[in-house]
Structure formats: C-alpha cells, structure tokens
C-alpha cells in the first residue's frame, strides 16, 4: 500500500475527472481535457477585473483565477482585497459565465469563500496545513493543492490524501515549481513531475508556468511543455497592464500573449489527444 493509498493508482486506476461548477457551461478538469485558469495575480478594484475578465472569456479561458488573500512575503506589499472583494469575483463569474478559483488561506474566510467562489485554492505556503486541509476535506467543493515550495512529491501527495480522507475527491494537483539553488528563475519547474503525478495517481495535474518561472516571457514555452508532457491544464497570470500590478508583474501575461500562448496551447494539447475543457 503506498503512503498516499486514497490518491494512489492502486485505489483507483481511472483518471478522476472532475466537472466545475458553473453558471454557463460545465468545464472539465482531468485526463482528455486541456483545462486553461486565467486571471491576475490579485483582484485589484472591480473595474479592471471585471473588464479583464470578460476579455479573458472572449479569449478562451475556462476559469477565472483572482487571488483576494494573497501570501506575500513582506507585510507590507498588498494584501489583497480580503472578504470586501468577495463580490467581485460574484460578478465577473455572473457577467461571463465561467467559474472562478481563488485561494483561501484561513479557515476563518472558508464560509465566504464556500458560498461563492467555484474552487478553494491551497497555495504552495499552505500545502501543509493539516487542519486547512482537514476542513476542506469535508467538503463537496473542489480544491486544487499546490505544490509546496519545498515539497516532494511524496509529501504533495500525502497533502492531498488529507483532503480524500475527509471525503473530499475533487482535488486536482498544481506543480508551480520548486526552490532549487538556481536563481534566474522564480522557481525551477518540475516538469517531470507531471509524468511522475500521472503514474503514480488518478488525480488531474495543471501546472502554473507563472509562479514557476517569474518571467513573463517563459510562461508560454513552459505552458506548452507542461501540456507536451501531459498536464491537464494550466493556470496563468494574466494582467491589462503588467507594468502597473500590484503584484507579480513580471510573470504576468498581457491579454495579447495570452490569447497567442492559448492558441499554441491547443496544438500541443491537439497532439496529446485532450480536448478544450469547456463545451463551448
Ligand atoms: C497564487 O497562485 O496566487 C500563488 C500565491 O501561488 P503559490 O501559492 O504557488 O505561490
Ligand atoms: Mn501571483
């Protein structure tokens, strides 16, 4: 029995493949399916994202990310919008349809975050916060852990096994690169992780070249490796105007290079025989 027995393949050889809520259409996340999350870094005021977020359907994302508790490293870069943002995110997914994920940081917001948002996000600095991970288990509501900034593989799994042993199976993985001892990256991407991931469990696995890399400019060619090597999506900072972000600028994508990293992304996803996760 391996450590992570609920996430193992041994438990359960079929993919997991998990529908998302949505207002529109249902938008797929797993084996078969090429699963595009967009969005800023942050939900800055209304107006910017909700204009960002209408853009980003017309371009062909499938979900809208926006982070409101954001884990900076110093306390005094933005924060966030916090709860007050909440209705944002309740607009932007009304006015385009398409579901929303942020991340959740304290059980104190999980009423909040539960009853509007689509996907609760454990981010890299949560990945191993038990009691986090114990409450989301025993919901009926998807959560995608991401890889923690030190993590094994063993113990990313494990976090998950959290979530399974509370009941929760809607969990889907996000490698968004390791700190190693190289420094011209944000992070190193781990992209053998995601073969690694697709044999050793049935959940989906995406990986998030921005966080990954730091640099706008890589995002694309690691998104395309990421799908080349079998990712069932990608999640991508998107920003109208990097320049101005109040956080992670640099790794943001304008509209422009997304809409061309996307249309790159379903050739490579067209090879691998996955299909665009909304039925649109
Ligand atoms: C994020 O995706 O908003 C984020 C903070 O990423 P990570 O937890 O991977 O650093
Ligand atoms: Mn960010």
Redesign the pocket.
Known sequence: MKPFHLASREYCASDTVITIASPADSVMVGEGYCTVIAGP?AVENRTDYIKLAIRLKELGADIL?G?LF??RTSPYSFQGLGRSGVDILVEARAETGLPVIT?IMDIRDLDILYANVDIL?V???NMQNYSLLEELGRLDKPVMI?RG?SATIEEWLLAAEYVLKGGNRQIIL?E?GIRTFETYTRNTVDIGAVPLIKQLTHLPIIV?PS?ATGKWKMVAPIANAAIAAGADGV?VEVHQDPDHALSDGKQSLTPENFAQMRAQLLKHAQINRKQPSTAR
């Open positions: 870094c990310r982070g954001k884990p991340e996000q981010g890299s600095r991401k900034l996000c968004r998030d966080h999640m």
